[in-house]
């Protein structure tokens, strides 16, 4: 189905597989529109090459027929079936909404493999699986070996890799799980497994009715699978759409952050593990057989932490997503938002069709004031650019209703947007959600609420992004405008009360209190101007706009002792970057050293402990003389690791080559000359060191590491980021006598 302008339609292909329908539907152009329909999306896309041949317009011809059917229905992650149909293929079903919540079986999966080499790809060990349903747990692993020798009885030995393939095929389909989990699931293990079942000459059939798996391969080099009757869950691509971040997404470094434990096998780099594989493979089959098993097991157990799942099943419930559904914001917001359009008697804009005269600006950052404090309070809008979208009526139909010329009927946004007080979608949906989220605090049901917090505040990105068929740097702007106002005011406002505001962004205001004050005294002051920021708020819209207020402030922390940094090198204040001591005696960093992946662990070790000499005002000279000290003995040599990721091939870096890239092409000879697989030719995370010879890579390190390197480029900038406030240089503490000649 898709809509094509009235005056239009006569030009149409006169094809027996396509029909027209006048429609009481309009454009936001105000143009009438007929609906065209189709018998299959073949013949849709066929449609779409045709007119766009013709210089024909389309509308709506992009969305998926299964998405339109399911969005015009309001079925939301569930749906019920109006008869008791029985039949395993059902035509033209009838089917309602349903608020169906699932009890999946999952199935955990890791393969062991060779490490590849330049002339062999990687040569399959064991399949292994752990499953969990209601409570109970199942183990297996499938692997080549001598089906004689002792083992447990969760482990299978095959001599033919045939054998194990189709062993694990009639396993997986008895067991029957609902969701297979994994951890880079798609990315490596189905794709060397789908490569074996291919060269074995085996069905990949671990589809229900023993449908073969499909993978497909996306942009940026991603690979996308279809499993008839299943969902994949890459544990990965799941955190990640629940906004988790991590130094690293290593299955070691996110288990052991989220649950204190790792692999079986302590080793960092790949060629070790891969090392100590072979040799379990070879020598002790059982062993390699654990190790497989508690992969399988730390994926479960990162999925239970997590409540990932949960999440998931939540997301889908709100938006329509599938589980295993990668991104897609703008495609949730065109699920919820385009069956109302339509009721109100519009069709969607096409990409490319939005208002873009200019650029909508980015959220305020208010210039810092320097400096090292005593008693801050941050005071934080809750979900602000929901809460303007809300107050002020901000919608795509909104705006084309607004400026029909009502002006009575109208909120003036900004570049001359106007909103339609009561012809709206948007901020309806937002208030739904954001009951929703409140039930689910109430609840302590962290996965709705977490849900509900990423789609509320995605809205404000998609209305700004080109690629939203509902673009209009007008709607973007509307939001981002009234947050700079509404900042700025606030913090005149609490200047106004007698207070300094050091520093704003986005959403939030830091406001220094100019005297000491007892923890319970700061704490009083923070909910006295929360309420009173509140009070202000609804008294001030009610007035100047005749709206019900839906802004609201809250008290968020006190610092007991807090820097603002300078930019390095500069006197002027930074931005997104500070630090300080709550009064739950937490040290918070935000966008220094001790937070960035880029720096190295010494260098973070040192910030952490030096600030906390310097806030606790104790003596800090000696320990810094210290660090330098066990750093030429060698003995920090460990923590002396940078970590960069490469986002581009080697061969692309060719007038501009930083240190990352130096090392990495230092390790590509390296795999070469040993005759090892690349590892980061196509990009990638590389760990390097900094020598005397320049960057060199940990796998491969041949000269003495450049300590003076560290001391000035790691050591230095991080004691003197705060050291400025006390008048004292770095350099000055460690040798007087050098400084005095450097200056």
């Known amino acids: 189905m898709a809509f094509c302008p009235s005056e239009q339609a006569q030009y149409l292909p006169s094809w027996p597989e396509l029909r027209t329908a006048q429609v009481t539907l309009k454009h936001f152009n105000q143009e009438p529109a007929v609906a065209v329909y189709v018998r299959s999306y073949k013949t849709l896309q066929r449609l779409k090459d045709y007119c766009q041949g013709q210089d024909i317009t389309l509308w709506e011809a992009d969305i998926k027929p299964t998405e339109r059917f399911t969005m015009e229905r309001f079925i939301f992650g569930s749906l019920a079936l109006r008869d008791d149909a029985q039949q395993p293929l059902l035509l033209n079903p009838k089917i309602k909404p349903a608020n169906y919540e699932p009890n999946l079986k999952l199935l955990s999966v890791d393969i062991e493999t060779s490490m590849p080499t330049a002339s062999q790809p990687e040569q399959l060990y064991s399949i292994g699986f752990v499953g969990q349903f209601n409570g ?170 997590t ?29 919820l938002y385009l069956p109302k359009l339509h009721r109100a008697g519009y069709i969607s804009p096409n990409l490319g069709e939005g208002f873009d005269d200019f650029k909508a600006p980015g959220g305020f950052v208010m210039d810092s004031q320097p400096g090292i404090y005593k008693d801050v309070l941050v005071l934080d809008f809750k979900s602000l650019y929901p ?85 209009d740097a007008r709607l973007a702007s509307s939001i981002t405008e009234r947050g700079h106002q509404i900042i700025q005011d606030t913090a005149k406002w609490i200047e106004q009360q007698g207070y300094q505001v050091i520093y704003g962004d986005t959403d939030s205001v830091f406001v220094y209190l100019k005297k000491d004050h007892s923890l319970d005294l700061a704490k009083q002051v923070g909910k006295s101007l929360q309420d009173k920021l509140n009070n202000y708020w609804q008294h001030r819209l009610q007035q100047e706009f005749n709206l019900s207020c839906d802004l609201e402030i809250e008290f968020e922390r006190h610092y007991r002792h807090f820097l603002m940094p300078t930019i390095r090198g500069s006197e002027l204040g930074s931005k997104k970057r500070y630090a300080g001591i709550t009064s739950d005696d937490e040290l918070i960093f935000k966008g220094l050293e001790a937070v960035r992946s880029d720096w190295t662990a010494l260098s973070k070790e040192i910030q952490t402990t030096l600030y906390l000499m310097i806030f606790h005002k104790k003596p800090y000279e000696d320990y810094l003389l210290n660090m330098v000290q066990e750093l030429k003995q060698g003995k920090r040599d460990h923590q002396l690791v940078y970590k960069k990721r490469i986002r581009r091939k080697l061969d692309e ?27 980061y030719r196509h990009g990638g995370w590389i760990e390097y060191v900094m020598t005397l010879a320049g960057p060199e890579p940990v796998e491969n390190i041949q000269n003495p590491l450049d300590y003076q390197h560290y001391i000035d480029k790691q050591i230095g900038p991080v004691a003197d980021g705060i050291l400025y406030f006390l008048q004292k240089r770095f350099q000055t503490l460690i040798d007087p006598q050098q400084d005095i000649f450097s200056r």
């Open 136 to 305: 109970v747990s199942e183990k297996r692993v499938f692997m080549l070996g001598d089906a004689s020798l002792p083992r447990p009885i969760w482990l299978t030995l095959f001599t033919e890799v045939k054998d194990l393939l189709l062993a694990t095929n009639k396993w997986l389909q008895s067991y029957d799980p609902d969701v297979l989990i994994g951890w880079n699931v798609v990315g490596f293990d189905f794709r060397v497994l789908e490569r074996v079942y291919r060269e074995q000459g085996v069905p990949f059939a671990w589809g229900r009715g023993q449908q073969n798996v499909r993978l497909r391969d996306g942009q940026n080099n991603k690979i996308f699978t279809d499993i008839s009757g299943r969902v994949i869950v890459d544990g990965i691509d799941a955190l990640r759409a629940a906004t988790y971040q991590f130094e690293s997404f290593s299955l070691e470094f996110v288990s052991r952050t989220l649950l204190g434990q790792g692999k079986k096998i302590d080793a960092d780099k790949i060629e070790s593990r891969g090392q100590a594989i072979g040799e379990m493979f070879q020598q002790d089959k059982v062993a390699l057989a654990k190790y497989n098993l508690q992969d399988c097991q730390l994926v479960l157990d990162i999925f239970e932490h």
């Open 307 to 335: 409540q990932i799942l949960n999440y998931l099943i939540q997301r889908s419930r709100l938006t329509g997503h599938t589980l295993d559904r990668i991104g897609g914001s703008v495609a949730a917001f065109e699920y």
């Open 387 to 471: 809460s303007i979208i809300r107050t002020f009526k901000i919608d795509p139909m909104g705006l084309i209703e607004g400026l029909k010329g009502e002006t009575e009927h109208s909120i003036d946004g900004f570049h001359g947007a106007k909103f339609h007080r009561d012809l709206h979608f948007l901020p309806d949906i937002i208030t739904q959600l954001w009951s929703e989220r409140e039930t689910a605090k109430k609840n302590k049901d962290a996965a709705v609420s977490q849900a509900i917090k990423i789609i509320m505040n995605s809205f404000y990105g998609i209305l700004g992004s080109k690629g939203c068929r509902f673009f």
């Open 653 to 679: 870096y060719v007038k501009n080559v930083p240190p990352q890239i130096q090392a990495a092409r230092k390790a590509e000879a390296f795999y070469k000359q040993h005759n090892q697989t690349s590892q």
